[in-house]
């Protein structure tokens, strides 16, 4: 908390750039092997099938719950849309199995790429931080030579940031699913106590 955010180094858009445009080629090619090979689909399909009630019972997230067979567990996900395109392709409707988990894997990644391109040519110039230093820790520089920077700096290491009052969740796609994150502030630096638990809550 409190940490410096840093902007991009200046290699790193295009050497992104030049991996997007190595990596299609090479999943086209592990596509082409693997997808419609007897060898491969004989050892994932009707292998690991998860139900859409197990999934459910089990609170799977990710391209788990995804290729769960008849899987509606999550209208807004985007991993069913993708999981109901790229089955299709292949066979009459998911059966929850690792080859129907491939089939996402596989979709996932092309569709990542995609996402990545967008976000490079819509990634906005200028400044990266808030101009409001009660609400970051100071630049090192500062911190070394000022007596105001180095209080604040202390302030904020020790006392933490003066967060809102209020309560939010906020999840991410992540390799294994979702990973999510509850902070729950009554405002102030200090970690809330969870009710009837002796942990702490940010």
Not at 94 to 112: F, K, P, V
Not at 153 to 171: C, D, Q, W
Not at 184 to 190: E, I, L, N, P, Q
Request: proline fraction near 7%; hydrophobic fraction near 40%.
């Amino acid at each position: 908390m409190g940490g410096q955010i840093r902007d991009l180094p200046p290699t790193f858009i295009p050497q992104l750039e030049a991996f997007l445009d190595g990596f299609i080629p090479q999943l086209d090619e592990i596509d082409r092997l693997l997808t419609r090979n007897k060898i491969f689909v004989d050892r994932t399909r009707d292998i690991g099938i998860i139900p859409k009630n197990r999934a459910i019972a089990y609170a799977l997230s990710g391209r788990t719950s995804a290729g769960a067979a008849s899987s509606t567990i999550s209208a807004g996900n985007i991993r069913i849309s993708i999981m109901r395109s790229t089955i299709s392709r292949f066979r009459s409707g998911a059966s929850g199995d690792c080859y129907d988990r491939y089939l996402i894997r596989i979709e996932e990644m092309r569709q990542s790429v995609r996402i990545l391109r967008q976000v490079i040519d819509k990634l906005p110039d200028g400044p990266i931080n808030v101009a409001d230093w009660k609400n970051m820790l100071p630049p090192k520089s500062l911190v070394m030579t000022k007596m105001e920077e180095l209080i604040h700096h202390f302030i904020v290491v020790t006392e933490g940031l003066n967060a809102p009052p209020g309560e939010i969740y906020f999840g991410a796609e992540n390799p294994k699913g979702e990973l999510g994150f509850y902070i729950h502030s009554k405002g102030g630096g200090v970690p809330l106590p969870f009710e009837n638990s002796g942990t702490f809550i940010r």
